[in-house]
């Protein structure tokens, strides 16, 4: 028989884990790859090919993972006034360091240094919203990540523009840019509901359903907000957004600590996705989303981490463990939030969160070929009874061994091959010297 050609085949994975609809096993196999897709899973599939090869033995295969909310640039102030309260840290922190220094270079930097960690630790999607997201783009563009990308648009100026209006305008020049572009992803991204009138939340909606693009949107994060919104328009926040029209399955709603249970109940029927971020909102004293119940009630759920400014770290799989423990032992129940929900939470439900069910978040034939391989060789995985058990309770981000982000290696042997580590930390300590000159 006739070998067929592949551009990559990674052989005899001990675990593929393909996070699909009927969560699909494979054991010592192969992945196949060819223009960047997946063509071909199964056992002794590299008798049938020839291409570049990838050992897999002592892996475990997953989909790439997807932090579905953060903030790459905030890398540069990751520690940056910490232990302080929510309101302290942000007026004597981080807005002085933000006013003084995001330009540009700040956020080129910044997302360099993100997407580094990003993908060291697995994650070949992130869905951003920051100012200067032209920089956030053009590394994306340099490394090969995949990006959903969104300027933060508010009432009041900020580094990306001075009225919410010139926001969406220059968010649909984005959108136009990009708009079929392999890696960057545009996106619109209202910040929140106590920072946005109505009318500039339906402004952007309409951009984000002219546009078919995510509509990227902090919710109900503290109960500052939901008092916030309460009192001035006589309602909670799920409930003021319901009744102004923009929520829907293209809504992607970071934080939702607060939503009372009706609330849940509209976005279950709404299809609104949620991005839990655990352990920022632990870090913040933001409280605790009622994730197990928004779970049981059909709403997507999916994970973020938050900037690093409030995490401090990008590691997804360190996202999901926390998740996972968080919501056992606040609900008294060891059965929520169990392992594969936890990791389908930073898979396929990831993916469906930014609209990309259809070619993300699950290892299957015709899909684009986002992969990652967990080194399963250490004593602190092992024994391995259970697969999945194993990556959400045992692994962290730092075991991850290969990323493949659309067919192409990003990491390999824990190397992350496109950076050279030693200049991203000089312009770590750059950057640390310049905002510790700021004056208190």
């Not at 305008?169 to 890696?183: M, R, S, V, W």
């Not at 029209?245 to 600590?257: D, I, K």
């Not at 009706?262 to 920022?280: F, M, Q, R, T």
């Not at 990556?391 to 091959?417: P, Q, R």
Request: charged share 25%.
């Amino acid at each position: 028989m006739a070998l067929k050609e592949a551009d990559l085949i990674i052989t005899d994975i001990d675990f593929v884990l393909t996070m699909d609809e009927n969560l699909t096993e494979f054991t010592n196999a192969d992945i196949v790859i060819k223009d960047g897709k997946i063509i071909d899973i199964g056992q002794n599939k590299k008798n049938e090919y020839f291409g570049k090869t990838i050992i897999g033995k002592g892996k475990i295969a997953i989909p790439g993972l997807i932090n579905t909310h953060t903030h790459a640039a905030m890398t540069l102030l990751r520690g940056y006034g910490s232990d302080n309260p929510l309101k302290v840290w942000l007026e004597e922190y981080i807005w002085p360091a933000e006013g003084q220094f995001v330009s540009y270079e700040f956020v080129k930097d910044g997302t360099e240094i993100a997407v580094y960690e990003m993908l060291r630790t697995g994650t070949t999607t992130f869905v951003d919203m920051y100012f200067y997201e032209n920089a956030v783009a053009d590394v994306i563009k340099e490394v090969g990540i995949r990006g959903v990308l969104s300027t933060g648009i508010l009432d009041f100026p900020t580094p990306g523009a001075k009225t919410p209006d010139e926001g969406i305008a220059k968010t649909i020049d984005f959108i136009k840019e990009y708009k079929n572009h392999p890696y960057v992803i545009p996106a619109i991204g209202p910040h929140a509901p106590y920072t946005c009138s109505p009318e500039t939340l339906k402004k952007a909606y309409k951009v984000a359903e002219d546009y078919d693009v995510v509509y990227h949107i902090h919710v109900a994060e503290t109960e500052f907000e939901v008092n916030t919104i309460k009192e001035k328009y006589g309602k909670t926040p799920v409930h003021h957004l319901n009744d102004i029209g923009v929520l829907s399955e293209r809504t992607l709603a970071a934080h939702m600590v607060y939503p009372t249970e009706d609330e849940i109940d509209i976005l279950a029927n709404k299809g609104v996705k949620i991005a839990h971020c655990p352990e920022s909102n632990l870090k913040l004293a933001s409280g605790v989303a009622p994730v197990p119940t928004m779970i049981e009630k059909g709403v997507n759920v999916a994970i973020g981490t938050d900037g690093t400014a409030s995490n401090d770290d990008l590691d997804v799989i360190g996202e999901i463990s926390t998740a996972a423990k968080l919501h056992k032992g606040v609900n008294k129940n060891p059965t929520v939030v169990n392992a594969k929900e936890a990791l389908l939470m930073a898979t396929r439900w990831g993916a469906k969160a930014i609209l990309m069910e259809d070619q993300l978040g699950s290892i299957e034939v015709g899909k684009l070929a986002d992969i990652v391989l967990i080194d399963i060789k250490d004593p602190h995985i092992n024994p391995i009874y259970d697969p999945y058990t194993q990556i959400v309770y045992s692994s962290n981000g730092l075991d991850v061994d290969t990323v493949i982000v659309n067919g192409e290696v990003k990491v390999l042997n824990k190397e992350v091959l496109p950076f050279d580590k030693e200049y991203l930390l000089e312009k770590a300590n750059y950057w640390k010297e310049k905002i510790k000159s700021i004056k208190k």
